[in-house]
C-alpha cells in the first residue's frame, strides 16, 4: 500500500510538471538601418531576441574615420 501511494504521488508530481504546451524557442531579428547596412560591418545596430532588444553601443565616425575624441581611454582599474 506504501509502495502504492508513492507511485502515485510520483505520478502527480511527474505529470504536473510537464508543459502542456509545445514551446517554441525565439528567433534573432537583426536591425539595421540601409546606410548601416551598406558599410559592410559584421555587426548590427540592434538584435530582438524574442521579447529582449538589445541595442549595439555607437562610435562617432565621419566618413567611415573615427571623430577625435569618439573613444575615450579605458580607465585603469587597480
Not at 50 to 69: R, W
Given at each position: ?30 536591425l ?17 531576441y ?20 569618439a ?8
Open positions: 500500500m506504501k509502495i502504492l501511494k508513492i507511485l502515485l504521488a510520483g505520478s502527480i508530481i511527474l505529470f504536473s510538471c510537464t508543459p502542456s504546451e509545445k514551446t517554441t524557442t525565439p528567433t534573432a531579428t537583426y539595421q538601418t540601409e546606410d548601416f547596412a551598406k558599410r559592410g560591418l559584421p555587426f548590427s545596430e540592434a538584435v530582438q524574442g521579447d529582449m532588444l538589445y541595442l549595439s553601443g555607437q562610435v562617432g565616425d565621419l566618413n567611415n574615420e573615427l571623430v577625435p575624441g573613444l575615450a581611454p579605458k580607465p585603469l582599474r587597480l
